[in-house]
């Protein structure tokens, strides 16, 4: 089966951690910093966290379209990206909490999980970090 690509995102960075980061359409223009710096700038952290959770509110919406149920207007989801230390080698690990107010833990736990599936973000990361998935 042929892959058809829907869209192409473009970033140049410079200097890392501590540089900038511009889209090829300039519509993302940011200073870089570390996590706890006190330098002004966001972190590659912080991006992937807003990535993700963007994404997987669209991975839920399919998922409740599917399902025939209607997703709340107030849906969110806050993501937690931990960069985190073992023995010197660097990881990633991060905790999806959903908030789908006015339906029950039971469709919103399967929600979440068919989400899980099909969100790019999560399948690009199944089996090489751990995640959690919380229902709030």
């Not at 829907?6 to 996590?35: C, F, M, V, W």
Request: net charge negative; glycine share 10%.
């Amino acid at each position: 089966m042929e892959t058809k690509v829907l869209y192409t995102g473009k970033t140049h960075t410079t200097g890392g951690r501590e540089g900038a980061s511009q889209s090829s359409d300039e519509q993302l223009n940011i200073k870089l910093s570390s996590p706890g710096s006190s330098r002004p700038g966001t972190n590659p952290e912080q991006l992937f966290a807003a990535g993700w959770s963007a994404c997987f509110i669209g991975a839920l919406g399919i998922a409740a379209s599917k399902q025939g149920i209607k997703l709340p207007a107030d849906t969110a989801v806050d993501a937690e990206v931990d960069l985190c230390v073992t023995e010197g080698e660097y990881s990633l690990q991060a905790r999806l909490n959903i908030s789908l107010p006015g339906l029950d833990l039971e469709t919103s736990k399967a929600l979440a999980a068919q989400a899980h599936q099909t969100c790019p973000y999560s399948k690009a990361t199944r089996g090489n970090i751990n995640v959690e998935l919380n229902i709030l």
